[in-house]
């Protein structure tokens, strides 16, 4: 059964860090490159980084120098850690295929950046 499940958000301080965690199933995970999209209400979902299967890392403008996208082959892991965080990046996270989206969603893992 393919699932992801985002783990990790909470409510930080501007400037504070966090660190994703997101579980994806082998047939999801496995020889493909992972992405970490965000989504705020009433606006599109975005790729704010990816990942390929060998490790080579790309990053979104906004986000780049700030967060480190990271991956656990032997466990079908990904991370995004997280620091010097905005109010911007205020939004709920998401993993998934990138830049192809597996046809399915884990339930999100919601990040506030509020003093």
């Known amino acids: 059964q393919e699932t992801l499940v985002e783990s990790g958000g909470g409510l930080v301080q501007p400037g504070g860090s966090l660190r994703l965690s997101c579980a994806a199933s082998e047939s999801i995970f496995r020889w493909h490159s992972m992405g970490w999209y965000r989504q705020v209400p009433g606006k599109q979902r975005d790729l704010v980084a990816r990942i390929t299967a060998g490790g080579t890392t790309y990053y979104e403008d906004r986000v780049r120098g700030r967060f480190t996208i990271s991956r656990d082959n032997a466990n079908n892991m990904v991370y995004l850690e997280m620091n010097s965080l905005k109010p911007d990046d205020t939004a709920v996270y998401y993993c998934?295929?990138?830049?192809?989206?597996?046809?399915?969603w884990g339930q999100g893992t919601n990040v506030t950046v509020s003093s």
């Open positions: 998934n295929r990138a830049p192809t989206n597996f046809p399915l």
